[in-house]
């Protein structure tokens, strides 16, 4: 948390005016790590409405028919992309998945985006379509060379598939891309308005 977070706090009368936010050692040395560039941030979208999934018939590309952003979740994707700006954190490309909840956490989170159908939801996909994907998005990675950090936007379920690891919404685990294009977990960043 940064000085234009603590300001806020400030504001709202959350934070005592004597006190100094504290970053915890973990999460200083993932944010100087990150400063240096080539890793990734592996952001499950912000908090959304109540439910899993999505409701019955619902449709890529129109937001109306799926689960999206509550209002504590926008504030949540604007609030990490304020940290990583106060961090000086260089940002590369920023995928996402096509699902309304992931492009929205991006866009207000680093104010752009790249739609990639590979960081789609895998909830209640097959194991063989699951497994391409999975596949596919190691092969891209492998392959990757970009100045900054990578952001995948992305799901629960797929954050477990790529690095074991259960999130909660808005919660960032940062990786490095190891061999064949496999993520390994450095460690988690939680970031809230």
């Known amino acids: 948390m940064q000085r234009r977070h603590v300001l806020l706090m400030l504001a709202a009368g ?9 970053i915890p050692a973990d999460e200083a040395e993932l944010w100087q790590r990150l400063r240096g560039g080539g890793l990734v941030l592996l952001v499950r979208h912000a908090a959304t409405d109540p439910g899993i999934g999505d409701p019955p018939g619902f449709r890529l590309g129109q937001c109306a028919t799926q689960r999206n952003l509550s209002e504590a979740g926008r504030l949540d994707a604007r609030a990490l992309g304020a940290a990583v700006q106060d961090q000086g954190v260089p940002i590369g490309a920023v995928w996402s998945s096509r699902w309304c909840r992931c492009l929205d956490t991006a866009r207000l989170a680093f104010g752009r985006v790249e739609p990639l159908p590979l960081l789609d939801s895998a909830f209640q996909v097959d194991q063989a379509a699951s497994s391409a994907r999975l596949a596919g998005l190691r ?14 936007v992305t799901h629960d379920v797929n954050i477990r598939a790529l690095v074991n690891e259960s999130v909660a919404q808005g919660e960032v685990v940062v990786a490095r891309i190891a061999g064949g294009g496999r993520l390994e977990a450095l460690g988690r960043l939680r970031i809230r308005s």
């Open 14 to 22: 959350t934070v005592p005016a004597f006190a100094a936010p504290a």
């Open 139 to 152: 092969t891209r990675l492998a392959g990757l060379r970009t100045a900054g950090n990578l952001v995948m």
